[in-house]
Structure formats: C-alpha cells, structure tokens
C-alpha cells in the first residue's frame, strides 16, 4: 500500500501491520522534550501518575529557555526545579549559557534525525519536521505520559502537499513561504494533518530555512511541517546526528488530504498583521507603519541565516531614533558564531542591543516586552492580541530583512529601500 | 458522564491560548494558583460568570496556538465541567481529554446555546440537550473513550505502570 512519510513513521512506532487515517494508536519517542514551562507541569502529573522514573533517560531532553535567566523569583523556582529534576533522573539538561532556543538546540545539538518521532512539551515542536522527523507538540500531562511510557496517543493524521516550484527573489525567505502557505489554507487549515513540502523549491531552501518553514506548520492547525531528507539534510547532520538514520518519502501515489502549489517566483516578501498569524499581505500593503520595536530571534528565525540577513541591512546603517532593536541569537552556539562573523560588532555598532539565546519577549515573558498603543516588528511566529505583552500592543511578523529594514527606516518599508 | 450546567458563551473563532492565559503568567505550575489568569488576555469578566460545572461554549478552532496546559488546568480549577465548541485546535483538544474535562464539538448545538441557560450532557448517550433541542454527539474513538472512563490520562497511566 502506498504510503505518505508520516505514515511510514508512524508505522515503525507503533505495534500495527498498517495505520487507516483518524485511528489513535499509540506511538514510541525517540526523544522527550520540555521547558521550564512545560516540565515543571509534567513532573506534577508524572508524580500523580505513580511514575518515579524517566522510561529511558538517554531519550529525554530538558530545557530551560522561556523564563530564562529567570526573570523573577518565581521564573528561577521553576528553573531549580526543572534542574534538580532533570539530574535527579539523569537525563539531559541543558541551562542557561549552556544552551538555548529549545527547537533551535534540538536541531543543532543532533537529537533530531530524519525518521523519529520527537515529542514536545511546546507546540513549535513541529520544527523538527525539517528533518523530516516526525516532530509534534503535546501538553504537559501527554509529556508525562511520554516520560512514564516512552509513548502517547495520536489520531493518525492525513498530509497536506504543499508543492514549491520556481526561484526566489532577493528577500523572499523561508518565512515568507510558510507565511502564504498559512495566508492561504488559514489558522485551521492544517488541523489534524501534517503539512508536507516538496517540489525544487523546498530542495533550494537551506535547513535554516526549512526550520523556519516547519516551526509554523502549527500556526495552520498542523501537526507537524515536514521535509523529506535530501542532500541538505545528510549536510546538516553531518558530525552531528546522534544515531545512523536513512532517508524515506512518501510514495508517489500516497493519498494526500489536499495539495496546494505555490510558486515562490511570484512572491513577495510578507508581513502577518495583528492579531493573527492569518492576516497575511504583502509587505507594500502595510509600508508606512510606524515600528516601536524591531526583535529578530525565535526558534523560527533566530539562526546564523537570520542574522547574517539582518546585518547586510544594518551594516552601515543606523537603527532609526525612534525605534528600537533587539536580536536575540536562538542558541550560545550561533551567539558564538555570530560574535567570531563579526555580525554582534554590526548590531551593537547600529544601536541595536543583543540579548542572550531566551525565548524572552517572544512569549511575553521578559526580556522587552512591548507597551500598550506600541508596534513590533517581528521575526517571531506569533502575533496574537498580547502576544508580546499588551494586549493594545501590534505585532507584525516578517522575515528578517524586512525586520531589519523596518528598524534602520523606523517603519514597515520594503527592504530594497534600505539596503 | 452526565454534565448538567450553565452555558457561558465565548464569542469569537481562533481564540488563541495567548489570550486565554498570557504567557507573563506561565511561570505558575500550580493550577489553583493559575485561575486569576484564565480569561486574562480576552475578557477578565468572563471569570465572573463561571460556576460549578458550567459548559464554556466557544467558536471555531477554539484553544489554537500554545501547548499551555496552563489552559484546561485553570478552567478544571475553576470547575467548568465542559467545554463544547464548532470547533477545537489539536493540543488544546488533546489536553482537555487528557485532563478529563469533557470537549464535544458540535456546532449545531454551540449555535443553538444561550447564555445563562441549562445545558445537559450526556456522553454515554451521545446527546446534549439545548434549550429543549437534542442534538447527537459523534462517538469518542474507542481509545479516548476508555482513557475518559479511566478519569483522563493520569490515571489511564497509572493503571499501566500498575499492570
Ligand atoms: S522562541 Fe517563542 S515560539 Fe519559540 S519556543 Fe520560545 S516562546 Fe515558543
């Protein structure tokens, strides 16, 4: 029988001959993920579960990344606790300055490995579809199922083709794809299937950008965001996956749920207006918008890719007086990077700060949150009313040249004006 | 299970987690602790019309963004005792079963609730009743069902571990 790539994992983690659609089955991990938001939750529900011990602690991975460095009293609580857990059971830690953006980490630290299944106590888990892992996000009573069991229930989702063809133009980045793909199938979309990109142009995207791709597959509703392995993964992974791992697709003639083509010549750089990851236009229909704040990070856009676009903007240029920038490498490894490129000397230089690799404002956490009547400027993957902080606040969300673009120009431009 | 309670309508599709629980206050993982919050980000007065086994009624694709379990866990905390939608997003959905608090998804008969007026549930049966109106709920896959029965997933967990 011809199956998509989600089914054939799928398959190899359950105890099933075969998967009919909508069934709930039980399914294994490979790897168990959470944070210092989700894990201090899981380990209340664990508890009462009866559970003492991790199933397998070489599959487990904490990481402290929201409240971190702890914000408050009660942010470093929680912090504690995720860490004495964690060495408590003798699994994977990784804490402040030893880590980072949790989706971001994964990645690059290896655990992500095309074919697994990796359950996250975050939704952005599906990221790691980039992998072509089958990544997805669960709340914390199904993360302590996962620690207890090594397993969780799932209704066998149907697969959505998303079909990339044609060259980009300047500008146009990972982020602007997964942006018109959610402009066209809506917040909703893709509930209950996965999103499965294909054709030349998700060959031509870098893993930097395919990560951007997958980490917003659940901003349509989806499961996961997936990209079969190819050369660009096998690159990737090269002197860093943590186990051997073959390369699958789906068959030709597997069933898809629907099929959406975008041709990537024929866009734009976009921007997702407030409130909601669906007000997709292009970036000429929101020119003029006066930006308060400009913040490139995220665990969808806070690579070296990311940061090596924001500096060609803001290389000789200034962040505009009335505007401020923060930039938030997603991890210690890319801050290094960044700082030996050069890059870091570039944002300070234009008067923007660089915070430490947190999820911070992202969230509305800390670490720069917006005021109320204030607008940002975006690379995140959320503009929720009060997202950020106030709910009289707007979040507009980009890729990372238009975000830049917006901070040397103080408002929402297209980034050939700048550069 | 038999839910006899109060509708409390929330109006609005693609009502996010963000704005039912801000993330400023994630850093809270006792759910007691969690119910000033809930409602925080869309409408605080909604905490006002809750009452003891009350059914929120709610839009299209309702819980959508976050995994915040932070959600569910406040509205258990505050004793809602179903949340019955047109529609629900995946891990908002997914963590109301875990928690056993009861989700159905029907449109006809979230369109037909008033607020303020009784609603009854029953799941066994597979029917709500709105104002005097009987409407069918589709049947739980058999997996869910039994992890319901069981009390949600941590006790469906805890039978495992014992067996
Ligand atoms: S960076 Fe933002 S979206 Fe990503 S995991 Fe952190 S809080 Fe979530």
């Known amino acids: 029988?011809?199956?998509?790539?989600?089914?054939?994992?799928?398959?190899?983690?359950?105890?099933?001959?075969e998967l009919t659609p909508g069934e709930v089955v039980?399914?294994?991990?490979?790897?168990?993920?959470a944070n210092d938001v989700s894990g201090p939750v899981a380990f209340r529900a664990m508890k009462k579960m009866g559970a003492e011990r991790v199933f397998d602690p070489s599959k487990v991975v904490m990481v402290a990344d929201h409240f971190m460095p702890a914000k408050d009293a009660r942010s470093a609580g929680l912090l504690k606790?995720?860490?004495?857990?964690?060495?408590?059971?003798g699994v994977t830690y990784y804490g402040q300055g030893r880590g980072g953006i949790e989706h971001t980490l994964l990645a690059e630290e290896g655990w992500v490995t095309p074919?697994?299944?990796?359950?996250?106590?975050?939704?952005?888990?599906?990221?790691?579809?980039?992998?072509?892992?089958?990544?997805t996000g669960l709340g914390s009573t199904d993360i302590a199922a996962c620690l207890a069991l090594g397993e969780f229930w799932q209704a066998v989702p149907e697969t959505i083709l998303v079909r990339l063809t044609g060259d980009r133009s300047k500008y146009v980045t990972g982020k602007d794809v997964i942006l018109a793909v959610i402009g066209r199938i809506g917040v909703a979309g893709g509930t209950n299937q996965v999103l499965e990109f294909t054709g030349e142009g998700a060959a031509g995207l870098s893993m930097d950008e395919r990560l951007a791709v997958a980490n917003m597959a659940v901003e349509a509703g989806s499961e996961t965001g997936l990209f079969a392995a190819d050369e660009v993964t096998g690159k990737y992974l090269e002197g860093r996956a943590r186990r051997p791992w073959t390369a699958e697709a789906s068959d030709p003639d597997a069933h898809f749920s629907g099929v959406l083509d975008i041709d990537l010549s024929a866009l734009a750089p976009l921007?997702?207006?407030?409130?909601?990851?669906?007000n997709v236009v292009p970036v000429s229909d929101a020119t003029g918008t006066k930006i308060d704040q400009v913040y490139i990070g995220n665990c969808s856009n806070g690579t070296m890719t990311d940061l090596r676009q924001t500096a060609e903007m803001l290389r000789g240029h200034k962040v505009h007086a009335d505007t401020r920038a923060i930039i938030v490498p997603a991890t210690q490894d890319i801050y290094r990077r960044a700082m030996a490129e050069g890059l870091l000397d570039i944002f300070v230089e234009a008067g923007a700060i660089v915070s430490t690799p947190t999820c911070g404002a992202c969230f509305g956490g800390h670490n720069g949150v917006m005021g109320p009547g204030e607008n940002a400027l975006t690379t995140t993957n959320r503009n929720f009313k009060g997202r950020m902080g106030s709910g009289e606040a707007g979040v507009f969300l980009a890729n990372a040249y238009v975000a830049a673009a917006a901070a040397v120009a103080g408002e929402i431009v297209e980034p050939h004006e700048v550069h | 299970m038999i839910i006899d309670g109060t509708a409390v309508v929330i109006e609005g599709d693609n009502i996010d987690t963000d704005v039912l629980y801000p993330g400023s206050f994630?850093?809270?993982?006792?759910?007691?602790?969690?119910?000033?919050y809930l409602f925080e980000?869309?409408?605080?007065?909604?905490?006002?019309?809750?009452?003891p086994s009350c059914v929120l009624v709610v839009g299209d694709n309702f819980g959508s963004g976050s995994s915040r379990e932070h959600v569910p866990l406040a509205m258990k905390a505050?004793?809602?005792?179903?949340?019955?939608?047109?529609?629900?997003?995946?891990?908002?959905?997914?963590?109301?079963?875990n928690l056993g608090l009861p989700v159905v998804t029907s449109p006809q008969a979230a369109a037909a609730a008033v607020a303020g007026e009784r609603i009854h549930i029953d799941t066994d049966e597979g029917a709500i009743e709105v104002s005097d109106e009987r409407y069918e709920i589709a049947p739980l896959p058999e997996f869910m069902a039994e992890m319901i029965d069981s009390g949600g997933l941590v006790e469906w967990v805890r039978g495992r571990l014992k067996a």
């Open chain 2, 26 to 36: 994630l850093n809270i993982d006792d759910p007691d602790a969690m119910k000033p």
């Open chain 1, 271 to 278: 921007v997702s207006k407030p409130h909601s990851p669906g």
């Open chain 1, 1 to 17: 029988m011809a199956l998509t790539l989600t089914e054939k994992i799928l398959l190899a983690h359950t105890d099933r001959d």
């Open chain 2, 78 to 97: 505050w004793g809602v005792g179903c949340v019955l939608g047109h529609s629900f997003a995946r891990i908002f959905h997914r963590n109301c079963i």
């Open chain 2, 41 to 51: 980000g869309l409408d605080p007065g909604i905490r006002d019309r809750l009452e």
């Open chain 1, 81 to 89: 606790s995720l860490k004495d857990w964690s060495d408590e059971q």
């Open chain 1, 115 to 135: 074919g697994i299944v990796l359950a996250g106590g975050d939704s952005h888990t599906c990221t790691h579809g980039a992998l072509g892992a089958f990544g």
């Open chain 1, 26 to 33: 039980l399914v294994r991990c490979d790897v168990v993920m």
